[in-house]
């Protein structure tokens, strides 16, 4: 049974960041504050300093020593599994294609849990799940993205 201090505690973890997004699109929609081209300015900030910085972060304060080894194993079969499948449906399917197999792929086994799911599931189910998110995000942008890196020069290779 969900109890009040639960909620709160979800809530409190989630609104300061739907707070903000509500804060920017009403500065630009409404209140015309900002202009076409400093969105893009803004978006840029976020995309080179604020993102990889977060991420820098919560890789920096991760110990790998520490880390729940059959929770990744658990989670890289997974994944493994899913690309497996992907790629066999892109090779043998008339309607499959390389274009579809990563953007499925990334769908389906790339979280984006860094802002606002690391707070939540801390919210939610204590400290400890936040902990495990954290382990994905490090071996999110250490291995599953540098596979996609690959996945999307090969694409590109392929078609020269």
Known sequence: M?????LYNVLSAIMPLYAAMIVAYGSVRWWK???????????????????????F??????????????FI????????????????WAKFSRSGSLDWMITLFALATLPNTLVMGIPLLA??????????MVQLVVLQCI????????LFEYRAARLL
């Open 2 to 6: 969900i109890n009040i201090k639960d």
């Open 33 to 55: 504050i900002f202009t076409p081209v400093q969105c893009a300015g803004i978006n840029r900030f976020v995309a080179v300093f604020a993102v990889p910085l977060l991420s």
């Open 57 to 70: 972060h919560f890789i920096s304060t991760n110990d790998p020593y520490k880390m729940d080894g059959l």
């Open 73 to 88: 194993l658990a989670d890289t079969i997974s994944k493994l599994a899913v690309l497996m499948v992907l790629a066999a």
């Open 123 to 132: 919210a939610m189910y204590g400290p400890f799940y936040g902990g495990l």
């Open 143 to 150: 291995i599953w993205y540098t596979l996609m890196l690959f």
